[in-house]
């Protein structure tokens, strides 16, 4: 795991739970890291801010996953749709045919759109994190659809 240390004073939208962190917010990284794989966040006396997908070609360098120190997978990505499920349910009652599931940050996983009509979920990954873990997020996505659609055509990607 790797750790990405902010610059001094950067840590205080973090500390507000602002969900992206912008390259100039943190010291330079020194070894190279996998676009999309998570980080930890770290401020400058050591304290984990957080844990965040990583994306180096981005000026938005970081999306955070979590505001706490913990892994991130499948069961992370599970708890987070399941969340995000009874969200809705709670909402509306009875699903309708055609609803939006996740709506990115709002939901806790920046960077992923899914929209459920009838029985198929159709899903955007716009950023390097939900990109990484694509194939989790999709066979979890098949508990609440038939079938999985992508669309991830956005220019920002």
């Known amino acids: 795991m790797n750790d990405l240390i902010l610059k001094p004073g950067r840590e205080r939208s973090l500390l507000r739970r602002h969900p992206w962190v912008f390259s100039g917010a943190f010291r330079p990284v020194e070894e190279e ?12 006396k050591g304290n984990v801010l957080g844990m965040g997908a990583y994306s ?3 000026r938005l360098s970081v999306r955070m996953w979590s505001f706490k120190e913990q892994e991130i997978g499948k069961d992370f990505f599970a708890e987070q749709l399941r969340k995000a499920y009874a ?7 009875t699903l309708p045919d055609a609803y939006r599931l996740v709506c990115a ?35 979890l996505l098949l508990e609440y659809a038939e079938g999985v659609y992508e669309r991830s055509d956005v220019d920002s990607r």
Do not use: M, W
């Not at 890291?33 to 400058?44: E, H, K, Q």
């Not at 929209?115 to 990484?132: H, L, M, R």
């Open 33 to 44: 890291i996998t676009p999309g794989s998570t980080v930890r966040v770290v401020d400058t």
């Open 56 to 58: 180096p070609a981005s």
């Open 87 to 93: 969200l809705r349910k709670n909402v509306f009652g």
């Open 105 to 139: 940050e709002s939901d806790g996983i920046p960077g992923l759109t899914v929209d459920i009509y009838g029985k198929y979920a159709v899903c955007q990954f716009s950023c390097a994190g939900t990109e990484f873990h694509k194939a989790a997020i999709t066979e």
